[in-house]
Nanobody, 116 residues
Framework: QVRLVESGGGLVQPGGSLRLSCAAS????????IRWYRQTPGKERELVAD????????NYADSVKGRFTISRDNAGNTSYLQMNRLKPEDTAVYYC?????????WGQGTQVTVSS
């Protein structure tokens, strides 16, 4: 059974940090690139960061560049999104997506709220 489970969300003050995790099972994790998206009510899902299957290349949305870091541990079947210097506009549900040509899997999402 394929599963992607995000965790690590929560409430944090502006300027704080959180680390999200995306734990995978039921498929060959190391064969998939990983994307982290976020979504707020009434808006389209936004691609935040992505990482290649071997972890050798990463990309970031301009809005998070320099503050967020995506990584992965293929031995542990987990991807991470380290989020620093969080802003209220980072508030969203964050999703991970395991991507391969013409197929992919979504997690259920984890809520991140940045507020004082």
């Amino acid at each position: 059974q394929v599963r992607l489970v995000e965790s690590g969300g929560g409430l944090v003050q502006p300027g704080g940090s959180l680390r999200l995790s995306c734990a995978a099972s039921g498929f060959t994790f190391s064969s998939y690139s990983i994307r982290w998206y976020r979504q707020t009510p009434g808006k389209e899902r936004e691609l935040v960061a992505d990482i290649t299957s071997d972890g050798g290349s990463t990309n970031y949305a301009d809005s998070v560049k320099g503050r967020f870091t995506i990584s992965r541990d293929n031995a542990g079947n987990t991807s991470y999104l380290q989020m620093n210097r969080l802003k209220p506009e980072d508030t969203a549900v964050y999703y991970c997506y395991a991507n391969r040509v013409r197929m992919g899997y979504w997690g259920q999402g984890t809520q991140v709220t940045v507020s004082s």
